[in-house]
């Protein structure tokens, strides 16, 4: 009876290492309980990188200390964010929603995951994001950019996949361990997380610099000249109230400072409701829980914002013109709505001059950029 006994022992031990020898890498699928554990190959000796920011950018670049910038962190999170790997049927990435031609965001009003769901806001566009204050997205949800980019992985209407997934199909992938271990020193391919990969996608993002529009060139580096239809936009932009025109709230109020936003939550006066608990979307209220930020929103930055149509949080203007169609209307008057939404006059050479400077805030060398490009192509 002992022999037997013995024997059945063996047998089950047998099988129970050959089951994880065949799903770790023997088989045709994955293993939860059998992870890859290999020694990775390789130096680690990270390059400190350097956010360009140009001097008169009075901001300095928000880098928190438990991840600082490197050179082989960011090019891990660049791989990582172009990198269709994240998806669950490997047709998608984070840039099929965050195009660098559009300035990092998507071109149609919601974009649509890779099970075919359309999402329900405009992706925002990803860029001078260190110098973007903290909360992130629309709503706020994020109160750091590696826990926002923990979130589309595993969003059924985005790349609908599970992290413990990922870190298998990195741990198993030829490159991606010893870029893991240049970044961030690790030993084994089972030290590879979900943290360490949204740090470095998060380096990606805060490298990603836009300061380099026509109007910066002439405003900041005295490199050439307004037109006449630039300096009446310029000054539409700017106005103050009682100085030139007090009808006019002026655009600088909310879309202010280096990156041309205040980073708050406002109502902007889209919607029309009696009730501020009757906004289909609560925005920054869905979050804090307090009605009264219901219908608010985290204010853009204006810069690259002739790339980034269609416009406001749901994509509902699909042009500059419905925009500004739409803030010199004045809003509805809701409680919470923002003091300077309310009517003010415009004329079509007024709308037309102020679409003339909206477009001085392109950056073009940052949109034909190749260190913010795929690395695959």
Request: some cysteine; charged content about 25%.
């Amino acid at each position: 009876m002992k022999l037997r006994a013995l024997i059945l022992l063996g047998m089950i031990a047998i099988l129970g290492w050959t089951a994880c020898e065949k799903d770790n890498g023997g088989g045709d699928g994955g293993c939860d309980n059998c992870p890859v554990d290999e020694l990775i190959e390789g130096e680690y000796d990270p390059e400190t990188y350097t956010i360009a920011t140009p001097s008169w950018v009075i901001q300095n670049p928000q880098i928190p200390a438990d991840n600082p910038m490197t050179e082989e962190g960011v090019a891990l999170g660049r791989m990582l964010f172009y990198d269709p790997i994240l998806s669950s049927d490997g047709s998608m990435s984070c840039s099929s929603c965050h195009k660098l031609n559009n300035a990092m965001t998507d071109i149609n009003q919601f974009s649509v995951g890779v099970q075919g769901i359309e999402g329900f806001r405009n992706s925002m566009p990803l860029f001078n994001l260190a110098f973007t204050d903290a909360p992130f997205f629309w709503d706020g949800r994020s109160v750091t950019l590696e826990e926002q980019a923990l979130i589309p992985v595993e969003d059924h209407t985005e790349l609908n996949e599970s992290w413990p997934n990922v870190i298998r199909k990195l741990a198993e992938h030829p490159d991606y361990p010893k870029l893991f271990r240049e970044a961030f020193g690790i030993e084994r391919t089972s030290e590879i997380t979900k943290e360490l990969a949204v740090k470095a996608i998060a380096q990606f993002e805060r490298s990603i610099v836009s300061f380099n529009s026509r109007y910066d060139r002439i405003v900041q580096l005295n490199d050439g000249w307004f037109t006449e239809a630039e300096k009446r936009g310029r000054d539409l932009f700017f106005i103050e109230p009682n100085s030139q025109d007090d009808t006019h709230p002026g655009c600088s109020h909310c879309h202010s400072g280096s990156n041309l936003t205040n980073n708050l939550f406002m109502n902007n006066g889209l919607d029309d409701v009696d009730e501020l608990d009757q906004f289909a979307d609560k925005g920054r209220g869905a979050v804090t829980g307090n009605v009264f930020d219901n219908g608010k929103f985290k204010v853009p930055s204006l810069r690259n914002i002739a790339l980034t149509a269609p416009y406001m949080h749901d994509g509902r203007f699909q042009t500059l013109e419905e925009v500004l169609d739409h803030y010199s209307a004045g809003g509805h008057g809701v409680i919470n709505e923002d003091v300077n939404i309310r009517p003010f006059p415009l004329d079509e050479q007024q709308k037309s001059d102020l679409i003339t400077f909206l477009e001085m805030l392109t950056d073009t060398s940052f949109v034909n950029n190749p260190a913010y490009a795929s690395p695959f192509e």
